[in-house]
């Protein structure tokens, strides 16, 4: 399990006692792996992590585990092309946390606007741990993305009633409601209430959103506001 960054103690001797492995031992991939882990939350520096990470996977080159955390410190280190190699590489049937390595890659592609190709790591996600909140809100995004309206109004309908404080996931379906040139998915009053409350809570100062409600505004007919 992931340790907090404020355990400190734990953190502490994790660096030194690996670091007095490294010194007495060689080829050591626990010792590398565990330094990685140090760097990436005990005492952040992704140049670091990357750099045991790296170490033990020319010990075991095939290490999921490795391979993901590489691919984490890699997109830390705005390096994404690099980041999705490691991600897919790590993909491995045997891998307990495979579903962190899809989850990871779908929301890189994402970024990188790849959002067929991230569907399916969603969709993956997702079948090995159902409900995950993240997986549902990037899968959602990624079908409004895609045109893909109907599942994704869906999805987006479901996300708001359990997180109704979700901003982006309110706006976007504010959008769809307001905007959509297919009649059937506008629902003017609904596009207010949530293009509304997204606005108060973040102060009226999200360009985005202040046009949001602007369309809100006119799929009801109120220009004067």
């Not at 960054?5 to 010792?31: C, I, M, P, Q, R």
């Not at 609904?190 to 009226?204: C, D, F, K, Q």
Request: glycine share 4%; charged share 20%; proline share 5%.
């Amino acid at each position: 399990p992931t340790r907090r960054s404020s355990d400190l103690g734990y953190w502490k001797n994790t660096k030194t006692l690996f670091t007095h492995t490294l010194e007495v031992t060689e080829n050591n991939y626990v010792a590398h792996f565990a330094l990685g882990t140090y760097y990436q939350y005990g005492e952040p520096s992704a140049t670091q992590a990357l750099a045991h990470f790296d170490a033990a996977l020319a010990i075991k080159p095939e290490s999921a585990a490795a391979l993901y955390h590489r691919g984490a410190m890699l997109v830390k280190l705005k390096r994404p092309y690099a980041a999705i190699a490691a991600f897919r590489k790590s993909i491995q049937d045997d891998y307990r946390d495979v579903w962190m390595s899809h989850s990871a890659l779908a929301r890189v592609l994402c970024q990188l606007k790849r959002y067929d190709e991230a569907e399916p790591h969603f969709q993956k996600t997702l079948a090995l741990r159902p409900g995950d909140f993240d997986a549902r809100v990037g899968l959602a995004l990624a079908m409004t993305k895609m045109g893909k309206t109907a599942p994704a109004v869906k999805m987006l309908q479901q996300i708001v009633g359990d997180a109704p404080n979700h901003i982006a996931v309110a706006t976007t379906l504010a959008r769809i409601y307001a905007t959509h040139p297919k009649s059937a998915f506008r629902n003017g009053p609904e596009a207010v209430r949530l293009a509304s409350a997204a606005n108060r809570a973040t102060r009226s100062v999200h360009p985005k959103i202040l046009d949001t409600l602007a369309a809100a505004y006119a799929e009801t007919g109120q220009f004067d506001l």
